[in-house]
């Protein structure tokens, strides 16, 4: 793996890191080169090789700041963004090697060194990340547009006119998701507890779920109401920044954390609760991202010992109203960002198990990564088909009724691949499954119709 230094071959100075947001040297030289994270990574599980793998990565990122390597080798390049940043590796790795904050930096300084990537690159994030995304209006806006796409009959016309096979799009629109009738944005609306309030939540409503998945967020709200806490979503909360550091905009994201930051008064509330567990590790992480803002690091911690998982909230309290039955054979898929990045594992599978004749059975490999990873079905579209079939056969090798996720992007790849593949299977998030068994649920008699029985 050792290339050699390019100085001493070519007589031009090396490129490496530089300030700001350099990788961790100490978390860098933590790894102990064990291997035991090795069988948990989706992209050494493809190729086999070490340098797709978390050991062979932190190697070259280790090359790189020890000036043994040049940062735009096509290899650390290439490397780099073929990882999921899944982070599979950090959940098994005895030594506690921080792998996502060393590959978030690592892409930040890569983008810093490329100017952004060619002139496409450019343009591509500039509408995603530094418009669209940068404002939750903006988004709104143009997901009407798709949404009339979709319900005009267009969409159907334009898959069956074969342009979109033309054009190598085909499998990029099959993924787009189907938008919720109803978007759900936050004005500082307030949904009361049923029955006697216990307590008050905020609901970080964020981008994607507000739109594609507004029905996932219905459902939350209805369910934490259902177990006694009020829920509201506070104006002027934003994307959570995931897109942005995952693709190496640090500042993008430390921007719109901010802006979450000032937006919750977390006096207010008990647990800023979200159902995206992409968007809940981001969130967990504000307070690293701003660690070096004196204005914000205090805050940013603050602001993510507030924030919770809703599985992870709803197990923790303990439903306090009994779901209703629902009869169905479940299988679950594991969000990489829940079960590696935050670590939840049993929450989901205490709330499956609390509904009254659902069969749970596990699907193998439940835990290797689906390949959605933010935009890298965009970025490394082989890599994603080959993760997501792989991850549709293991669930239908158990033959469910549902597959239950607990994230946007996991959904949108089953849902996609399904489609694509013709499977009647229907994709739920968790709280979706839990909504509909509260639905089934024979409503509680009052004392007094119990007195006249
Ligand atoms: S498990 Fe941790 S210490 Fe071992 S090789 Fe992987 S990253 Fe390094
Ligand atoms: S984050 Fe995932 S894909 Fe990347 S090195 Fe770790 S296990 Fe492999």
């Not at 090359?63 to 390049?77: H, K, Q, S, T």
């Not at 006694?228 to 500042?251: F, R, S």
């Not at 499977?423 to 509260?438: G, K, M, P, Q, S």
């Amino acid at each position: 793996m050792n290339r050699g230094s390019r100085t001493s071959m070519t007589n031009t100075p090396m490129t490496t890191f530089s300030e700001p947001d350099i990788p961790d040297f100490d978390v860098i030289r933590s790894c102990v080169h064990c291997g035991f994270c090795l069988p948990t990574c989706p992209t050494y599980v493809l190729t086999g090789k070490e340098r797709s793998s978390p050991r062979g990565r932190i190697w070259l990122m280790k090359a790189v700041r020890e000036g043994r390597m040049d940062m735009m080798d096509p290899i650390f390049d290439y490397e780099m963004s073929f990882c999921l940043n899944c982070r599979a590796c950090e959940a098994v790795c005895p030594s506690g090697v921080e792998y996502g904050q060393i590959l978030e930096a690592s892409r930040a300084q890569l983008e810093r060194a490329h100017n952004g990537g060619s002139a496409q690159a450019r343009a591509a994030k500039g509408l995603t990340y530094g418009f669209l995304f940068k404002d939750m209006r903006r988004l709104r806006a143009a997901s009407h547009g798709l949404k009339l796409y979709q319900r005009s009959g267009l969409q159907g016309a334009v898959r069956k006119s074969g342009i979109l096979e033309l054009i190598g799009l085909a499998e990029q629109e099959m993924m787009l998701p189907e938008l919720s009738d109803e978007f759900l944005a936050p004005q500082g609306q307030t949904w009361p507890a049923i029955g006697e309030s216990v307590g008050r939540v905020a609901l970080f409503t964020g981008c994607i779920m507000s739109t594609a998945y507004a029905d996932v967020h219905q459902a939350t709200i209805r369910v934490l109401n259902r177990n006694g806490y009020d829920v509201t979503a506070v104006n002027e909360q934003t994307c959570c920044g995931a897109l942005h550091v995952h693709g190496g905009d640090l500042d993008g994201g430390r921007e719109l954390a901010r802006q979450n930051i000032d937006s919750f008064d977390l006096d207010a509330f008990d647990a800023v609760i979200i159902n995206a567990a992409g968007c809940g590790a981001a969130l967990k992480e504000y307070g690293h991202l701003l660690h070096n803002d004196p204005a914000y690091a205090e805050r940013a911690s603050a602001f993510s010992g507030k924030v919770m998982d809703v599985a992870e909230f709803l197990a923790g309290i303990g439903l306090s109203a009994q779901p209703g039955p629902l009869a169905a054979r479940v299988t679950y898929q594991e969000p990489c960002h829940l079960a590696h990045a935050q670590r939840i594992t049993a929450q989901p599978r205490t709330l499956l198990e609390a509904i009254p004749e659902l069969t749970l059975v596990e699907m193998p490999e439940s835990s290797l990564c689906c390949g959605s990873a933010g935009v890298y079905n965009v970025t490394q579209p082989e890599a994603a088909r080959e993760l997501g079939n792989r991850k549709v056969d293991n669930a239908l090798a158990v033959e469910p009724e549902i597959i239950v996720s607990a994230n946007p992007g996991c959904m949108l790849q089953l849902q996609g691949i399904l489609r694509s593949r013709g499977v009647d299977v229907e994709v739920l998030h968790i709280v979706e499954l839990l909504d509909r068994a509260y639905q089934n649920r024979i409503p509680a008699r009052s004392t007094a119709e119990r007195a006249a029985d």
